[in-house]
């Protein structure tokens, strides 16, 4: 029972392990960068807490501007948080880490021709996918509770106070999220074996649908489309409110299973390139 | 029972890839026995890389099938036993040959760490040093520790001696038969026959993605066009003598410098019978080039690929 146990672990972790080796300097890197930036936001907000002038300036914006600027005030935690940290810069911040270490997983290899000679081990090309996936959860997880860990630690200090808890339910939001764009990502550039395609697929997703779903808060004939969008199921304000929405966290996590699925049968058929 | 024929290590049945425009191949058959090398010789684009490649699964065939030992190529342990050194070879730059090796062994390699210090040694390779410091040779000894150091039954080499000087050249031929005696296969890819032709047993030769040949290496000389100098005692009888060889079925002579330059393909008998009628002052053999069987096979028509354009 043992050695099969030991069997199994070798199968599915061997080259994880040897990439998180070959890569936990950047991640290193990454995950300070992230803090800071996080640390930073925060403490803005001291400055900025219970002023008016704010609330007035976003009030006097047009409905559509507020709907793309995430639609809450900025005078509370809760806005302030889902405005200046959680709608659309530190989920920018990490999709570019999780674009690039998606794409670069797979595809990447295939394109630096190092590839050839991980797959000519004993390691089925399934294997191979779901450790290389294993390692963006890895790494988008790391990041996705570096956003959230400033936030709790200064709350005191800072004044920016949200229920724990809740900061988890958002930094599990934020992680399902990234994990869908990454996914999709990796999926494509698996499929095909570019590098490009996949962050051009993903990034261009991520742009086009952050438009649809802001603008479709108040274009009416936009708003059905909104669904469609990751945006939409990523319910950070709902979370960070009212706590865990676990509602649109399933339907991100299903999204990327489906997505991931489709990419490891394209790269199971495909002829790779030398 | 001495007498029983050696283990089919590879056995290719009628495989066809097809890849890219025209790098596939085209219903390849090879079997490849235990303890021999087999060399696998074409021009670039010819399917070398592609037919190896099959082997480990990395590209599909659309038709026919391949064992590796028995067990299907498409089963990942089929490559439990197969030891791999890519003709393109890359590693990522910032591993050592060290962490190289723990990469592949952690990824099922099976190496025999015992072996890779003295491997490395032989080479003259520092495993130490970030593989991206590495000059071309250095980092193409690498990729031959790491295959070297495999415990395999089958080795697939791409192109190997690529960037090697010759001493070294001399040290890889020396670890494949040491291999090849110890009882595994080794398959060795080249565009040269110089580089086979003191290593393989037996050679097949690819020609636009099919295999137009399967020989020993004494099955090609003899296919070698041979030539000979001759000179008659009667710098006048070199006429005659130039006609009544020409004759003979298989030859071809013709008069340079007053000697008759005799080329023939298969048994000189002929030819000594010929000569024996004449006084014959001297016969010179100069021998015949394997490479030049190699230009028949890609040129004669009998051997272009059939189905074609």
């Not at chain 1, 399933?250 to 991931?260: D, K, P, Q, T, Y």
């Not at chain 2, 599909?60 to 036993?81: L, M, Q, T």
């Not at chain 2, 020396?174 to 050679?203: K, N, P, Q, T, Y």
Request: charged letters at 20%; proline letters at 4%; a neutral charge.
């Amino acid at each position: 029972m043992s050695a099969l146990h030991r069997r199994v672990v070798r199968e599915v972790m061997s080259v994880l392990v040897s990439d998180l080796r070959l890569r936990w300097r950047s991640l290193l890197w990454w995950t300070v960068a992230v803090l800071a930036l996080s640390a930073l936001v925060a403490s803005f907000y001291k400055s900025i807490a219970g002023e008016n002038a704010y609330e007035d300036v976003f009030g006097s914006l047009p409905e559509s501007l507020q709907g793309l600027l995430g639609g809450v005030d900025l005078g509370t935690p809760v806005g302030y948080l889902s405005t200046e940290m959680y709608s659309f810069f530190m989920p920018a911040v990490l999709l570019v880490f999780a674009i690039g270490r998606a794409t670069s997983s797979l595809a990447g290899e295939e394109e630096d021709h190092t590839l050839d000679l991980l797959l000519a081990q004993p390691v089925s090309r399934t294997a191979l996918y779901l450790q290389k996936v294993l390692g963006v959860v890895i790494g988008v997880a790391i990041l996705s509770i570096a956003v959230a860990i400033p936030v709790i630690a200064l709350a005191e200090w800072s004044e920016l106070k949200v229920p724990a808890a809740n900061m988890w339910a958002a930094t599990a939001q934020l992680f399902a999220f990234v994990m869908f764009l990454a996914m999709l990502a990796l999926a494509v550039s698996a499929a095909v074996g570019r590098r490009s395609l996949g962050m051009g697929v993903a990034a261009g997703l991520a742009f086009v649908s952050y438009l649809i779903d802001g603008f479709g808060k108040s274009i009416e004939w936009l708003e059905p489309w909104r669904v469609l969008t990751p945006w939409y199921w990523y319910d950070v304000s709902a979370a960070l409110t009212d706590g865990m929405p676990w509602g649109s966290f399933a339907v991100l996590v299903a999204a990327s299973i489906v997505v991931g699925a489709l990419g490891l049968v394209g790269f199971n058929r495909r002829n790779l390139r030398a | 029972m001495s007498a029983a024929a050696p283990e089919i290590v590879l056995d290719v049945r009628g495989v066809t890839v097809r890849y890219g425009s025209a790098r596939g191949i085209d219903d390849v058959t090879l079997q490849v026995p235990a303890g021999q090398v087999t060399g696998l010789l074409g021009p670039n684009g010819s399917g070398k890389t592609t037919l190896l490649r099959s082997v480990l699964d990395l590209v599909h065939p659309s038709a026919g099938s391949i064992d590796v030992a028995c067990v299907d190529s498409k089963d990942r342990r089929a490559r439990a036993r197969v030891a791999y050194l890519p003709g393109d070879l890359s590693f990522p730059a910032r591993l050592s040959g060290h962490a190289l090796l723990r990469r592949f062994s952690a990824a099922g390699g099976g190496l025999e760490h015992s072996r890779v210090d003295s491997l490395a040694k032989r080479l003259g390779i520092d495993l130490t040093r970030p593989v991206g410091t590495l000059s071309r040779g250095n980092r193409q000894k690498v990729g031959l520790v790491l295959a070297f150091a495999k415990n395999s039954d089958l080795l697939l080499l791409d192109e190997p001696t690529s960037g090697l000087d010759p001493l070294l050249q001399r040290e890889f031929a020396s670890l494949v038969r040491e291999v090849v005696d110890a009882g595994s296969a080794v398959v060795l890819s080249s565009h040269v026959m110089s580089e086979l032709e003191d290593l393989a047993d037996r050679v097949a030769v690819l020609r636009e993605g099919r295999l137009v040949a399967v020989e020993t290496i004494d099955q090609l000389r003899a296919r070698a066009r041979q030539r000979l100098r001759v000179r008659t005692v009667d710098p006048n009888a070199i006429y005659p003598c130039c006609e009544r060889l020409s004759s003979i079925p298989g030859v071809e002579a013709r008069i340079i410098d007053s000697m008759i330059e005799v080329t023939y393909v298969g048994d000189v008998d002929g030819i000594i019978k010929t000569l024996a009628t004449f006084s014959v002052q001297s016969v010179e053999s100069v021998g015949g080039e394997l490479d030049e069987v190699l230009l028949d096979f890609y040129s004669d028509e009998r051997f272009a690929p059939k189905g074609g354009a």
